[in-house]
């Protein structure tokens, strides 16, 4: 079992920047890749970032490159996603993520990734 808390969500203007947290317990030796996806209402949920567990390549959907930053603590227990820039199409519920080995397809997949938090509201203003 693998748990996930995000945290650091909230509301921002337009042009400023959040950082996102999470904190990952359990049988976290496991993973092969740990992300971050999105969700806003009426809409699919969207790969936004994810970072290899192993070799720390990352990978962004085109949406927020060279805006955010996808980083882990050097323990692999916590990944963290810096949002600069912000616009208001970044509004979503943001969502941490966690993969094992024996299901990975690719990076933007959500069946990819068989462990998930509860989710951070982000929400930016005009």
């Known amino acids: 079992q693998v748990q996930l808390v995000e945290s650091g969500g909230g509301l921002v203007q337009a042009g400023g920047s959040l950082r996102l947290s999470c904190a990952a317990s359990?049988?976290?030796?496991?993973?092969?890749?740990m992300g971050w996806f999105r969700q806003a209402p009426g809409k699919e949920r969207e790969f936004v970032a994810a970072m290899g567990w192993s070799d720390g390549i990352t990978y962004y959907g085109n949406s927020v490159k060279g805006r955010f930053t996808i980083a882990r603590n050097n323990a692999k227990t916590a990944l963290s996603l810096q949002m600069n820039s912000l616009k208001l199409e970044d509004t979503a519920l943001y969502y941490c993520?966690?993969?094992?080995?024996?299901?990975?397809?690719?990076?933007?997949?959500?069946?990819?990734?068989?462990?998930w938090g509860q989710g951070t509201q982000v929400t930016v203003s005009s």
């Open positions: 993520a966690v993969g094992s080995s024996g299901i990975f397809k690719s990076y933007s997949f959500p069946s990819s990734y068989n462990y």
């Open positions: 359990g049988r976290i030796f496991s993973s092969y890749v």
